[in-house]
């Protein structure tokens, strides 16, 4: 029951740190400028770590498909749909949104720590701006709009990364993962993991944001902050993906 | 015949001041602030004084509206500033510029961006316009050559005068500073003093300052308000802080011993200023005898021996 309370508190403070990004924000123009800005190091500056990850997981997920797959009675084209349904459905949001909540939770919640630690956002609020809207809302918007762009380069890659582990390895032939990875195609999944990724970046953005801006003390809170966004970004995400899979497919 | 005349400097200093009214505070059931009321008047340097741990920075964090006292009002040129609508403090907040502690500037930002900042935030002016400014404010705070640098790049003195072209980049009314010398050699120290007064004369703002440094409130203090565990034990100017009776306020004064040391000179000045008085009384005495002897037309008139050779008293 003590548990209980204080995460509720923290659960009515996130709901209204969500309602403090809408009130009373900056001109369209700033918050626009600044959401670019946001876009490219949450989303550009991403690409090669998600491209990397992505290939990898394609091409070892296709491998191990391979090993496992030993009865001759399933066609080897198999191993090419199974790589495809998995990257779609599973791998390419979720793997890439929780890399990405190592990578931008960690990188958001320090960045708002280490301005809260020194005066910046009391800066801005004594300036008549509100800082949370300014700070905050560009970067939500900026990872919603960029997750889905780093997931559909990350499918890409980690169907490609298998076609390369498989027909490397010689597991399967070139034209036997082509011919999987088209069969009883369902173009709706695609939908469904664009829909994901937008979950996620709202998820790993908004806890991010919230764990940083709230930093009080020094450096140290600083870490404990990062810490935190990253596992309570992780946790949401699979939580999420869970709901996402009972409500949508 | 009634006649009204209108008499717009009275009126200028009725509403052109921050008057704080029974503040009170407290965090976690711990009393920080206990009633403190007090005006600050514009054109004049208003320091919080008082030792770490009093309350100061929390009762100007009150008046900037970034903690909400708990009872009490804070008032700018006669608008209520607390639980009023947030457009009002909007509106009043903009007029506010702040040197923090720590300068607070914006690390992504070049020392030109941050002053530029808050004129790209609160006013319409056009791109050239803002340069414009920019380079006045660096120039008034004699930073003109290092626009480009990083906050980084620049020291805390640097840093802190960066903080001041900020606050009063977009022609703010109120300047409020936090602690503005610490962390600063003694030398850095004055000069971001004497920038901090000249600039309130200067404007005619209202400048309130938060600090413990005695240097700071022989150089610029006009009104100190003393607080002492949340209370406001003492106000009044430089000129008379010397002379206080209060303990609390004659501990924190006399605590170092270069104040203790400047203290004995300074009564022992007392005492010769009386020497002073009775060596100027000797020397009218001398002139007018001279001035006898040698049949001066002047004679009976008295020569100031400290105002120059041709001054007759």
Known sequence: MRLYKPNMKTFGKFILFLKSLLVRGESFSILSSRTIDEAIIIGVNSIFIVAVVATFIGAVTCVQISYNLTSALIPRSTIGFMVREMTILELAPTITSIVLAGKVGSNIAGGLGTMQITEQVDALEVMGINSASYLILPKVVAAMFMFPLLVIIAMTLSIGGGYVAGTLSGALTASEYVEGIRDTFIPYNILFALIKAVVFAFLISSISAFQGYYTKGGALEVGTASTNAVTNSIIAVLIADFVCAQLLL | ?313
């Open chain 2, 1 to 313: 015949m009634f006649y009204f005349k209108p008499n717009f400097k009275l009126f200028q200093l009725l509403f052109t001041m921050i008057e704080i009214h029974n503040i009170h505070k407290s965090f976690n059931g711990t009393k920080v602030l206990n009633g403190i009321s007090g005006i600050f008047e514009s054109g004049k340097t208003n320091l919080l004084l008082g030792a770490s741990g009093t309350g100061k920075s929390v009762l100007l964090q009150c008046i900037v509206g970034l903690v909400k006292p708990d009872i009490g009002s804070i008032t700018y040129d006669g608008k209520v500033f607390t639980n009023n609508k947030l457009d009002l403090k909007q509106e009043i907040r903009r007029k506010i510029g702040m040197l923090f502690q720590g300068s607070a500037l914006f690390d992504s930002m070049s020392v030109e961006e941050n002053v530029d900042f808050p004129l790209k935030m609160l006013t319409k002016m056009s791109k050239a316009e803002r340069k414009d400014r920019v380079d006045f404010c660096l120039k008034r705070v004699g930073l003109e050559n290092a626009g480009k640098k990083m906050p980084s790049e620049i020291s805390g003195g640097m840093k802190k005068r960066v903080g001041i072209a900020r606050a009063i980049a977009p022609n703010s009314i109120y300047l409020f500073c936090d602690e503005p010398n610490s962390g600063l050699d003694p030398l850095t120290s004055i000069k971001i003093d004497e920038l901090i007064y000249e600039i309130t004369q200067e404007y005619n703002i209202t400048t309130v300052v938060v600090t413990h440094d005695m240097n700071s409130v022989m150089e610029i203090g006009d009104n100190i308000m003393f607080m002492h565990k949340g209370n406001k034990l003492w106000e009044g100017s430089r000129h008379d802080i010397m002379d206080t009776n209060i303990k609390e306020l004659k501990e924190f004064i006399f605590a170092s011993s270069l104040m203790r040391a400047a203290k004995k000179v300074d009564d022992e000045m007392g005492s010769l200023d009386e020497l002073t008085s009775l060596d100027e009384e000797q020397n009218r005495e001398q002139a007018k005898l001279i001035d006898h002897q040698e049949g001066n037309p002047n004679e009976g008139k008295t020569r100031d021996p400290y105002a120059g050779p041709d001054t007759l008293v």
